[in-house]
């Protein structure tokens, strides 16, 4: 059964760090790519970027581009969304989900992180 | 505001029939396939249609999707109110090199 199993809630202050994690289990984890989607209390979503845990081959959103790091460790079949300092607004839920081609559908996803930020 | 253009909300009874619309461009919709998510109350988004018309497996063929152009569309038949949930339409944008999501439609099943 192909699961993606993500790292609970975080509540942090602005300014500080964060790496949110990921981990597949149950398909071959170099060969899809896992990528993550913000959504902000009561808004839609937003696609932020994924990562090719074969190659490591990233790409962003140029709306995050920059915001956030997209990294993987294939020995461990983990994928993780980190932050170096943390603003208010982007406290939100974030997903990760995985696609077979860069182009196709998100057919799996994790069940969410929450994300916190507040002084 | 989304690169892909959805009605913020659709209502019908139950039973009935809706169809939710998606519209992009050449660079998105237009040369790209078109992903369909349902998102129910408090929950990860689930994977209803894949390249414009497919349904994994396990999903109802009570949903549908079509693409023409630059739109797409979503259609459901013999609504439930288990079908309450917000849906967003999603595909590649070639231009942006990214993935984008319309802003999501709320059904109401009356």
């Known amino acids: 059964e192909v699961q993606l199993v993500q790292s609970g809630a975080e509540v942090k202050k602005p300014g500080e760090s964060l790496k949110i994690s990921c981990k597949g289990s149950?398909?071959?984890?170099?060969?899809?790519?896992i990528g993550w989607v913000r959504q902000m209390p009561g808004k839609g979503l937003e696609w932020m970027g994924f990562i090719y845990p074969g190659d490591s081959d990233t790409r962003y959103s140029p709306s995050f581009q920059g915001q956030v790091t997209i990294s993987a460790d294939k020995s461990i079949s983990t994928a993780y969304l980190q932050w170096s300092s943390l603003k208010a607004s982007d406290t939100a839920i974030y997903y990760c989900a995985r696609r077979r081609y860069s182009i196709s559908s998100d057919d799996y996803w994790g069940q969410g992180t929450l994300v916190t930020v507040s002084s | 505001q989304s690169v892909l253009t959805q009605p913020p909300s659709v209502s019908a009874a139950p039973g009935q029939k809706v169809t939710i619309s998606c519209s992009g461009s050449?660079?998105?919709?237009?040369?790209?396939?078109v992903s369909w998510y349902q998102q129910l109350p408090g929950t990860a988004p689930k994977l209803l249609i894949y390249?414009?018309?497919k349904r994994p497996s396990g999903i109802p063929d009570r949903f549908s999707g079509s693409k023409s152009g630059t739109s797409a569309t979503l259609g459901i038949t013999g609504l439930q109110t288990g079908d309450e949930a917000d849906y967003y339409c999603g595909t590649w944008d070639s231009s942006l090199s990214a993935g984008v999501f319309g802003g999501g439609t709320k059904l109401t099943v009356l």
């Open positions: 390249e414009n018309n």
């Open positions: 050449s660079s998105n919709i237009g040369n790209n396939f």
């Open positions: 149950g398909y071959s984890f170099n060969t899809y790519w």
